[in-house]
């Protein structure tokens, strides 16, 4: 029956007309509005079998976008009894396809490690014309099946939350969108990084256990895989999850444990940066302008700095225009493009007297500061400073410096008076390179597309 509203014909009224001739079953296409879904419910409670669709994220949201439409948690209980999720992903290419391993970045983002793949077989077309050189061609499904038990019921007439009822959900062992995604992922029937593009990330957060590097819940103390505890700070007496700032429990007013080495940490907290490149005169002019006021990494090519980001947080990344794989710009647009790493403080260093004047696509891909290789420390210093006020963790180091500015100017003025061959002989202690396996880093370098 096709719905009309200027004639009067409208969902509702449809479904009422349907439901006095006494059907079986009942095709609802999708239920807009509360008055729809309550006619629905009321007719799977008579007897009748209705399908019908909703937008959600998952199958666990579909339960909780009923309640928001204002039905009865205890209404849904006991009329609902299956809820299906679908994503639709890319199949690799049957005439270019080949075994390939995940980077390391799809892997930590997937909450998955190397050891993970084992017995695994991964494929990923390389690209042809049959695909026009995307790698895909076909699609299959991947599904979510929510079976409404007992538990459920239970949990969704008492707490109808979806994180309740994701947990009563996924104890009797139901398998999650990104569950099913991966299964065939390790199968070879989808890419790993189509499974990333596709299905939702289930920790927004980006909680992770310390021990095995999976993503864990916000409100997890201890990861489900290898029982480490991980927690973040709950109340001594009634169990509720705390806030790291917090000083007393708003539910039972006992008084927050606040730990002495978190409080530390934090009084010493300085800039973080990364430096992406190989040329030591790179290094030279950073680590003789930071001496020891920032704390500096480096990670000498593309691939590693896209590592690091993702591994450790980062006050600014300083680029330099030159890779040895990428090019600088070509980097700062992926740092750009990334959820996680898109408000990151980013500056790219030229070459002296550059007549290609790469500013003007540097700023287009999202570029902070521009340095030339020619400034000087104190120079250098000034534009690092500028660079790290737009971190989102600026406050922390201006916590219990409240003469930053006279530092600031004393730094400047001690960078002018250094002699240049005494900043090159006298090592940052801060400095290091980012730890990277050549392993990993040349199994990165294969994966990356050619372009």
């Not at 001496?291 to 450790?312: E, K, R």
């Not at 202690?429 to 990277?436: E, K, L």
């Amino acid at each position: 029956m096709q719905t009309n509203e200027r004639a009067g014909l409208s969902f509702s009224k449809g479904l009422r007309s349907i439901l006095r001739q006494d059907p079986d079953v009942v095709l609802v296409g999708e239920v807009r509005d509360s008055e729809t879904a309550e006619l629905a419910l009321q007719a799977s409670m008579t007897g009748h079998l209705v399908l019908t669709t909703l937008h959600t994220n998952d199958a666990v949201a579909a339960l909780t976008r009923l309640v928001d439409m204002g039905i009865q948690p205890f209404l849904i209980a006991s009329s609902l009894s299956l809820v299906v999720a679908q994503r639709l992903v890319r199949r690799p290419c049957a005439d270019c396809v080949a075994p390939y391993t995940p980077s390391a970045r799809v892997l930590t983002l997937l909450g998955l490690t190397e050891a993970d793949l084992v017995g695994a077989t991964p494929m990923r077309g390389r690209g042809c014309g049959e695909c026009g050189g995307t790698g895909y061609r076909g699609r299959t499904g991947i599904f979510e099946v929510l079976p409404v038990t007992a538990s459920v019921r239970s949990v969704l007439s008492h707490t109808p939350t979806e994180a309740a009822v994701g947990a009563a959900a996924r104890a009797p062992g139901m398998t999650t969108l990104r569950g099913s995604g991966l299964a065939r992922a390790r199968r070879g029937e989808t890419t790993f990084e189509e499974v990333l593009r596709v299905s939702q990330v289930d920790v927004a957060e980006g909680h992770r256990c310390t021990a095995c590097d999976r993503a864990v819940d916000a409100d997890m103390i201890a990861c489900p895989w290898c029982a480490t505890i991980v927690d973040r700070g709950h109340c001594s007496s009634c169990a509720r999850p705390l806030d790291a700032g917090w000083k007393i429990c708003p539910w039972c007013r006992t008084a927050a444990v606040v730990s002495v080495a978190a409080t530390e940490e934090t009084s010493v907290r300085i800039p973080r940066l990364l430096v992406v490149g190989d040329n030591d005169a790179v290094h030279t002019l950073v680590r003789s302008a930071v001496d020891d006021v920032m704390d500096v990494d480096v990670a000498a090519t593309a691939d590693d700095a896209l590592t690091a980001v993702w591994d450790g947080e980062y006050d600014g990344v300083i680029v330099q225009e030159t890779l040895p794989d990428i090019g600088g710009v070509e980097l700062l647009r992926l740092l750009r493009s990334g959820s996680r790493t898109a408000a990151l403080p980013l500056m790219l260093v030229t070459e002296p007297n550059d007549s290609g004047s790469p500013s003007d696509d540097a700023h287009r891909s999202g570029v902070d500061e521009v340095l030339s290789l020619d400034a000087t420390p104190a120079e250098t210093l000034t534009h690092l400073r500028l660079l790290t006020e737009r971190s989102l963790h600026a406050g922390a180091w201006h916590k219990g410096a409240p003469s930053s500015h006279a530092d600031s100017a004393e730094s400047i003025n001690a960078a002018e008076s250094t002699d240049d061959d005494a900043l090159a002989k006298a090592p940052n202690r801060r400095a290091r390179s980012v730890p990277v396996l050549a392993e990993r880093r040349n199994r990165q370098s294969a994966n990356r597309p050619k372009s």
